[in-house]
């Protein structure tokens, strides 16, 4: 069985739209963390569990039988270390073949602040012992539509960038990309 958690999530729907196209929906958990927010997909046939990475026991529970786990990213920003390794420890527990990680570009070196606890996962990950792909995802192409509004009104997109570049892409081919992996 393959496990998405965030599935209720942009990124996490996407990714179990990709995976359908390949996987019968009976093989697929959306792990979430408001089931009521995944009716949609258990009327498809996608097994809906609970998992929500503040509470432990749900997640032991949503991961039984899970082979290969898309861990993504929590929103928690300083706090998601904790987080992710609740959710590393229910995939030691449940035996999992392979656990995917939406990771940072350059998780490793970037001096970002974002990048701290993306860089500690990995390592919580590594030290897990399980088989892993780390995802190192650029920046969300759909980031830059929040500025629309005043693009358009000033025809030109304002950052504080200097010489810095963006590598982008849109959330379905990183959503391609994790259902490929799995
Ligand atoms: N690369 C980039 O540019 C970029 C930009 C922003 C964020 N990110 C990262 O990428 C991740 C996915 O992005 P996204 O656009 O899909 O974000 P999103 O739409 O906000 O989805 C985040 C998902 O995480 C779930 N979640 C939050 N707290 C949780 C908890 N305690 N337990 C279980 N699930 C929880 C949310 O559940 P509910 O549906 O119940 O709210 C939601 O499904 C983000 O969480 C963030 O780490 C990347």
Redesign the pocket.
């Given at each position: 069985m393959y496990a998405v958690?965030?599935?209720?999530?942009?990124?996490?729907?996407?990714v179990i739209e990709a995976l359908l196209k390949t996987i019968p929906a009976d093989r697929i958990v959306a792990?979430?963390?408001?089931p009521a927010?995944a009716s949609d997909l258990t009327e498809r046939g996608v097994i809906v569990r609970e998992?929500?990475?503040?509470?432990p026991d749900t997640l032991r529970s949503a991961l039984a039988g899970v082979e290969k786990l898309l861990l993504?990213?929590?929103?928690?920003?300083s706090g998601?270390l904790p987080?992710h390794r609740t959710v590393i420890d229910a995939a030691t527990a449940a035996g999992v073949s392979l656990i995917a990680y939406?990771s940072?570009?350059h998780a490793d070196t970037s001096p970002a602040m974002l990048a701290i606890e993306h860089r500690q996962t990995e390592e919580v990950i590594a030290a897990s012992g399980l088989p892993a792909v780390i995802l190192r995802?650029?920046?969300?192409t759909?980031?830059h539509l929040m500025a629309l509004p005043a693009a358009l009104e000033h025809g030109a997109f304002v950052g504080a960038a200097k010489d810095g570049r963006f590598s982008?892409a849109a959330?379905r081919d990183?959503a391609e990309a994790a259902a490929a992996v799995l």
């Open positions: 958690t965030g599935a209720t999530g942009q990124l996490g729907r996407l792990a979430v963390r408001d927010k998992a929500d990475y503040s509470r993504i990213s929590s929103t928690q920003v998601r987080r939406t940072m570009l995802n650029g920046w969300y759909e980031n982008s959330r990183y």
